[in-house]
């Protein structure tokens, strides 16, 4: 598979840490120039800072992509933040903050970035939503309510711009077993019980890893997909589909 994207380039938001590093690893491992975009200082060498939430910076983020490369072909919008609680938990300037990083910064990130994709043969979007857009999740309301908007934005993406030449996708994880999830649980009285319990949620038995949301991107991305588009791809240990009996 090494050199499918040569000569591509992308940028993935949030790219800094987590899933983000992940698939900005594997894109570049099969040959895309890869810029990262992040509100976080990073020290990799393409990092482009960017608050996806402020329309002038994710403007100038992807101008100084283009300035640097002279072309842009992919984007992943993994940028997100999360959030805990029911309707009754979450005051309004939560949910402005996490539905404007969530979903209209994948929004403005996308349109932003609209003008160069069009000029690419290989134009691909590939956007981060999550199980919890179409699966009931405990004190989830908020964060779910936005993966939510991020499946239909796909969806509506997708339909809006494959007439340009340009694929939209999704990828659905379930739970990935990254250092912020290692962090959270070290606030549990019993961290590993707390951690065999996200393990069991899957009926693989255990957590999906930042590297296999990475594969899945990359063939979304890949011009080998040409024809994959509006579609959302779930890698989610059987979450969403399979009801396993338990253990005896």
Request: with cysteine; net charge negative.
């Amino acid at each position: 598979m090494t050199g499918e994207f040569e000569g591509l380039v992308g940028l993935v938001t949030g790219g800094a840490s987590g899933i983000g590093a992940a698939i900005v690893a594997e894109l570049r491992a099969r040959g895309a120039t890869v810029a990262v975009l992040d509100v976080e200082h990073s020290p990799d060498a393409d990092h482009v800072a960017c608050d996806v939430t402020d329309r002038t910076q994710v403007e100038a983020a992807v101008r100084a992509v283009l300035d640097r490369h002279g072309r842009l072909d992919i984007v992943v919008n993994n940028a997100g933040i999360s959030a805990v609680g029911t309707v009754e938990e979450n005051d309004d300037d939560e949910w402005r903050r996490v539905l404007d990083v969530n979903v209209v910064g994948m929004a403005r990130v996308s349109a932003a970035a609209l003008p160069a994709l069009r000029r690419s043969p290989a134009a691909a979007i590939v956007n981060l939503c999550s199980i919890a857009a179409l699966n009931g999740l405990p004190q989830r309301a908020l964060y779910s309510a936005s993966k939510g908007a991020v499946l239909a934005l796909t969806y509506a993406m997708a339909t809006d711009h494959v007439r340009e030449g340009i694929r939209v996708n999704a990828v659905s994880p379930g739970t990935v077993h990254t250092a912020f999830v290692d962090r959270m649980l070290r606030g549990f009285d019993d961290p590993e019980g707390e951690r065999a319990a996200l393990d069991a949620r899957q009926a693989t038995g255990r957590m999906v890893t930042p590297e296999e949301v990475a594969t899945a991107v990359a063939y979304l991305a890949s011009p080998r997909s040409g024809s994959t588009t509006g579609t959302a791809l779930e890698v989610d240990g059987g979450v969403t589909h399979l009801r396993v009996r338990p253990r005896p």
